[in-house]
């Protein structure tokens, strides 16, 4: 049927679902729901990792085969180092570029390495926003709650608290450095509510927080001068002889040359891996976001945490075609976008926590009351005209600039028609295991932002992502760089694959993967 | 799955699976219909290094000029927003060296004069327009390098906030403007200068320096894991 038939039915019952109050799952039905739909809870996806510091932990198949995967480094590798730093940042997105300008700012000298551009990452497609306490009635204690609500009680207390309480502070510095966060009136902080918050504590710059905060970044590594190595993707770490780490080796993509960096302290802040497309599902992740941080460092034997919990956005384009797993900003809910079936009722409350509106959506589409698209997807609408009936005409264009911009590209103007959304996968609620100061049980290896586990628990709530890069980056640069003026280069060697070459065979592992991935093979082959 | 067939979104482009041709670089492809101009790349067999970013319409990594058949206007995108068509001709745009200034955003006493010593080309825009038609964020960009210079700072910051910084304003430019840079620049100030302080933000970061959470930390840092739970549970 065409498309515009069956949005009639969101149209016709927008009037009677505005009166509607949906209340919240219970706790129980919630566990419930999650148990039966969510995609972390499908066993066949999932297998133990065979050997290594994780042996047993269950993680997906696709990632597991690429922690498991063999260094592209031979033992005799030559390892003369071509730069010599204090400080080494794998990674260009929001943690990486906190993490550099901080280490630079307390004096230490710093590179900053990526596989792609400064600044091409996930960081710059936040959208929803920033979550700050910084409301009167609010508080670094209620942010700790809903937090901890929202990630099923899992959390690391400790990196948490640090989280909620440095968030004012990062606000500030953000602002010193020009950030326009949306003000109000006061000029005090706007703040929207956001998905399983209990009060408004988003901070956004209309819906380009990301792209706003990672301009201001970006411009500021660039003011500072700090040395840059752009596409240049990291392969492998280096280790001293008692295995604390020293460096790493890239592979530079533009001449395929290796380039040797010896570091005092090496921060990953390599991102997520929704590239790796697990159990098939698109993704709202951009182009580099192949868990190449999580190999290295499981290489070097860096712990990992929570590797078994992913989040699917619920809202990821399912129509047109261009647009599949591209996100449509949970801002939609946020201010009162309903998620409606195509019997045209309302099934979940929207400003529920991700995993568990993501569960409704999936049991909605299993269960026969989802909206299919002849390419073979399917989806449920999200009822965006609803804002400007609900708060004024110009409301979707005023609050959602870039995703109107997004699908009128495709002649769909979404302030007047329905989108139709999927869960997309989104974001890696774990990682690797890191403490305070964002530090692993490797020394002098310090992870920080999506690469990092722990923090999130079960499930990202929406909105600290963007604080824990700034927050994690920034005390890793601190510390990396405070450690950095007390103590000598540590010999650049790869001792430590000797170990995991050794682990492998032990565990017959001759699955001829060697990983990082780097870029997803997106490339077709001769067919 | 139990599903009623009239739920289905009808996409006859889908199903026919219609092949086009398109130029890439000068070189002739066959491709899906309606695919972006990045997948078509892939789908060319292609290796994208330089050119892929965020896959979102975001970064700015991905910006090409297109032409599509017997127009003989070239355009610009963001190649993984725009979707290729019959005829059309693509390429890449390659990194371009436009100078950027550098400065100390917070030592600035007098950003709107400063403007003028750190892009001192600024005010020689000839007005041509074809930054704002080479914009593919729909930015009018000629308008917002004649506010910089009339020191409208707080317009500018407004009108660039779609700004992906992809560039493609730079080398169309006669005057050799760097629009969008000066525009960072500009929406920087306006942030760091001529944008009131929250005073709210200052009393929360005195409070929890002050301690006045440490009690509520205290007690909820003790609890045992099911007492935590109930807490939480109470928090709506």
């Known amino acids: 049927?065409?498309?515009?038939?069956?949005?009639?039915?969101?149209?016709?019952?927008?009037?009677?679902?505005?009166?509607?109050?949906?209340?919240?799952?219970?706790?129980?039905?919630?566990?419930?729901?999650?148990?039966?739909?969510?995609?972390?809870?499908?066993?066949?996806?999932?297998?133990?990792?065979?050997?290594?510091?994780?042996?047993?932990?269950?993680?997906?198949?696709?990632?597991?085969?690429?922690?498991?995967?063999?260094?592209?480094?031979?033992?005799?590798?030559?390892?003369?180092?071509?730069?010599?730093?204090?400080?080494?940042?794998?990674?260009?997105?929001?943690?990486?570029?906190?993490?550099?300008?901080?280490?630079?700012?307390?004096?230490?000298?710093?590179?900053?390495?990526?596989?792609?551009?400064?600044?091409?990452?996930?960081?710059?497609?936040?959208?929803?926003?920033?979550?700050?306490?910084?409301?009167?009635?609010?508080?670094?204690?209620?942010?700790?709650?809903?937090?901890?609500?929202?990630?099923?009680?899992?959390?690391?207390?400790?990196?948490?608290?640090?989280?909620?309480?440095?968030?004012?502070?990062?606000?500030?510095?953000?602002?010193?450095?020009?950030?326009?966060?949306?003000?109000?009136?006061?000029?005090?902080?706007?703040?929207?509510?956001?998905?399983?918050?209990?009060?408004?504590?988003?901070?956004?710059?209309?819906?380009?927080?990301?792209?706003?905060?990672?301009?201001?970044?970006?411009?500021?590594?660039?003011?500072?001068?700090?040395?840059?190595?752009?596409?240049?993707?990291?392969?492998?770490?280096?280790?001293?002889?008692?295995?604390?780490?020293?460096?790493?080796?890239?592979?530079?993509?533009?001449?395929?040359?290796?380039?040797?960096?010896?570091?005092?302290?090496?921060?990953?802040?390599?991102?997520?891996?929704?590239?790796?497309?697990?159990?098939?599902?698109?993704?709202?992740?951009?182009?580099?976001?192949?868990?190449?941080?999580?190999?290295?460092?499981?290489?070097?034997?860096?712990?990992?945490?929570?590797?078994?919990?992913?989040?699917?956005?619920?809202?990821?384009?399912?129509?047109?075609?261009?647009?599949?797993?591209?996100?449509?900003?949970?801002?939609?809910?946020?201010?009162?976008?309903?998620?409606?079936?195509?019997?045209?009722?309302?099934?979940?409350?929207?400003?529920?926590?991700?995993?568990?509106?993501?569960?409704?959506?999936?049991?909605?589409?299993?269960?026969?009351?989802?909206?299919?698209?002849?390419?073979?997807?399917?989806?449920?609408?999200?009822?965006?005209?609803?804002?400007?009936?609900?708060?004024?005409?110009?409301?979707?264009?005023?609050?959602?600039?870039?995703?109107?911009?997004?699908?009128?590209?495709?002649?769909?103007?979404?302030?007047?028609?329905?989108?139709?959304?999927?869960?997309?996968?989104?974001?890696?609620?774990?990682?690797?295991?890191?403490?305070?100061n964002s530090e692993t049980n490797v020394t002098n290896l310090f992870v920080a932002g999506e690469a990092s586990g722990g923090l999130h628990g079960r499930n990202r709530l929406m909105g600290n992502s963007l604080l824990d890069l700034m927050v994690f980056g920034k005390r890793s640069g601190m510390t990396a760089a405070v450690r950095a003026a007390a103590m000598p280069q540590g010999k650049v060697t790869v001792g430590h694959l000797r170990g995991f070459r050794a682990e492998a065979k032990k565990h017959g592992s001759t699955n001829g993967i060697v990983s990082p991935m780097i870029l997803p093979p997106y490339t077709r082959k001769e067919s | 799955m139990a599903q009623e067939d009239s739920n289905i979104i009808d996409q006859p482009e889908v199903i026919r699976h219609k092949m086009v041709t398109v130029e890439i670089a000068g070189k002739k492809y066959d491709v899906p219909e309606g695919i972006t101009i990045i997948k078509a790349l892939w789908y060319s067999g292609q290796e994208v290094v330089r050119g892929a970013g965020c896959l979102g319409g975001f970064c700015g990594a991905c910006a090409a000029y297109y032409r599509t058949k017997d127009d003989p206007k070239v355009r610009t995108c963001l190649a993984c927003q725009m979707a290729v068509q019959d005829g059309m001709s693509i390429t890449m745009m390659p990194p371009f060296p436009a100078r950027k200034a550098t400065y100390d955003i917070q030592a600035l006493t007098d950003p709107k004069q400063d403007l003028f010593n750190l892009y001192p080309e600024a005010p020689l825009c000839r007005n041509c327009n074809a930054c704002t038609e080479a914009c593919p964020q729909q930015i009018d960009v000629r308008e917002g390098v004649w506010k910089a210079v009339f020191g409208d700072f707080k317009s500018v910051s407004e009108m660039f906030m779609d700004c992906v910084m992809c560039g493609m304003c730079t080398p169309v430019c006669i005057a050799d403007i760097a629009p969008n840079l000066v525009a960072l620049y500009v929406s920087r100030a306006q942030g760091a200068h001529f944008t009131e302080k929250p005073v709210g933000l200052d009393t929360r970061i005195k409070e929890i320096q002050d301690g006045r959470f440490n009690d509520e930390w205290a007690a909820i840092l003790k609890m045992t894991e099911k007492e935590l739970a109930d807490h939480c549970a109470t928090v709506k």
């Open chain 1, 1 to 436: 049927m065409d498309i515009h038939a069956l949005q009639q039915i969101v149209h016709h019952t927008r009037d009677a679902r505005r009166q509607q109050a949906l209340p919240k799952f219970s706790p129980a039905d919630r566990d419930q729901l999650i148990h039966k739909y969510h995609p972390d809870y499908r066993e066949r996806a999932y297998r133990p990792i065979r050997f290594g510091i994780n042996e047993g932990d269950k993680t997906v198949v696709e990632l597991a085969a690429l922690l498991e995967g063999d260094s592209p480094i031979a033992d005799e590798f030559d390892l003369t180092a071509d730069y010599t730093t204090d400080v080494l940042v794998v990674g260009g997105g929001g943690a990486g570029c906190a993490a550099a300008l901080h280490a630079h700012a307390a004096g230490a000298k710093v590179i900053l390495a990526t596989k792609l551009r400064l600044g091409d990452s996930n960081s710059v497609m936040a959208q929803g926003g920033m979550q700050i306490s910084v409301a009167p009635e609010d508080s670094p204690v209620t942010h700790f709650v809903d937090t901890l609500k929202g990630g099923h009680m899992q959390n690391d207390h400790q990196l948490l608290k640090v989280m909620v309480e440095e968030g004012p502070s990062i606000a500030k510095w953000l602002l010193s450095l020009g950030v326009l966060f949306d003000r109000d009136g006061d000029g005090n902080l706007h703040v929207k509510k956001g998905g399983g918050s209990s009060k408004p504590r988003l901070l956004t710059c209309s819906d380009y927080t990301g792209l706003e905060i990672m301009r201001v970044l970006k411009d500021e590594v660039l003011n500072q001068k700090i040395q840059l190595l752009e596409f240049c993707a990291a392969i492998e770490l280096t280790s001293d002889e008692k295995g604390a780490c020293t460096g790493a080796i890239f592979k530079d993509l533009d001449n395929q040359r290796h380039v040797v960096v010896a570091a005092k302290s090496v921060i990953l802040a390599t991102g997520g891996i929704g590239r790796l497309h697990i159990q098939g599902f698109p993704t709202s992740n951009h182009y580099g976001a192949t868990g190449d941080g999580l190999c290295l460092a499981y290489r070097m034997g860096a712990k990992l945490t929570q590797i078994d919990t992913f989040q699917y956005h619920p809202s990821g384009a399912v129509y047109p075609e261009q647009l599949i797993g591209a996100l449509v900003t949970e801002g939609i809910r946020s201010e009162g976008g309903h998620l409606v079936n195509a019997k045209g009722e309302r099934f979940v409350n929207e400003l529920d926590t991700r995993d568990v509106v993501s569960s409704s959506i999936i049991r909605e589409c299993e269960e026969g009351r989802g909206i299919r698209t002849m390419s073979g997807r399917i989806g449920v609408w999200l009822d965006t005209p609803l804002l400007d009936a609900e708060h004024g005409p110009g409301t979707v264009e005023k609050h959602f600039p870039a995703m109107m911009l997004q699908f009128e590209r495709f002649g769909i103007d979404i302030s007047k028609d329905p989108v139709l959304i999927y869960p997309t996968l989104h974001y890696q609620n774990g990682g690797v295991k890191i403490d305070a």
